[in-house]
């Protein structure tokens, strides 16, 4: 596709229930980021994919959190057992490579748990 | 750790007036720098970016922003604001080294136009 896709685009669920996030990145894009926006924060790293290297979850907030990325493209941010203060927008990214690239954003997931 | 410092969490011009958008980073070495632009119900967007060479880099929508090292900032200009430039506006750095890649953000300058 021309740019980052995100699905859904708003995602209710109950407290408890698990949930999948989905990102395409953009073809031919090594480099994909999940990140988390709460509202009136800023953009909260959770996690990095570069090609086949290892990822950086550094940011995953807990173990509740997950992601993957299959064959290189398509990513799934998967959250369990999801509590309310899990409620943000979940914005993916893709980039050509690292370094002094310019990262593209999808309109983000909006994650509502009630 | 490295951190990136947006210290206006609001701010209001009027239309036509200037504008300066402050960014400061806590980084060991040079970062790659950007600045994003969310508008209201819209993905982000980047305005310009800063890698290396001249300081001051030219950016769409009639901004610029100049990397200042002795003072680690790298703050966001524009000499006559239109109401279109109401926004969110997000400073970030990248952080390059081994396998690890990290975009980080400050936490944004939400701008209010008058008319």
């Known amino acids: 596709g021309a740019g980052v896709s995100q699905s859904p685009s708003n995602k209710v669920t109950e407290k408890g229930k698990d949930v999948e996030l989905r990102c395409d990145p953009i073809?031919?894009?090594?480099?994909l980021y999940w990140y988390r926006q709460s509202l009136g924060q800023g953009l909260e790293f959770l996690i990095y994919f570069q090609g086949n290297s290892a990822p950086d979850k550094s940011g995953l907030p807990s173990d509740r959190f997950s992601a993957e990325r299959t064959g290189g493209s398509v990513s799934t941010l998967t959250i369990q057992r999801t509590q309310q203060e899990d409620s943000a927008v979940y914005l993916c990214?893709?980039?050509?490579?690292?370094?002094?690239?310019?990262?593209?954003f999808g309109q983000g997931t909006r994650l509502t748990v009630v | 750790a490295q951190s990136v410092t947006q210290p206006d969490i609001h701010i209001t011009v009027s239309e036509g007036a200037s504008l300066e958008l402050r960014c400061n980073y806590s980084y060991g070495a040079t970062p790659y720098l950007f600045w994003y632009v969310q508008s209201p119900g819209q993905g982000l967007q980047l305005l310009l970016k800063?890698?290396?060479?001249?300081?001051l880099v030219q950016g769409i929508k009639g901004f610029e922003a100049e990397f200042k090292r002795s003072q680690s900032s790298f703050n966001l200009r524009k000499p006559s604001v239109h109401w279109s430039d109401a926004a969110e506006y997000f400073c970030a750095v990248a952080l390059y080294g081994g396998a690890t890649n990290k975009l980080i953000f400050g936490t944004g300058t939400l701008l209010a136009v008058q008319p």
């Open positions: 800063y890698f290396s060479g001249d300081t």
């Open positions: 990214a893709s980039s050509l490579m690292r370094g002094n690239t310019e990262a593209f």
């Open positions: 073809s031919g894009h090594t480099a």
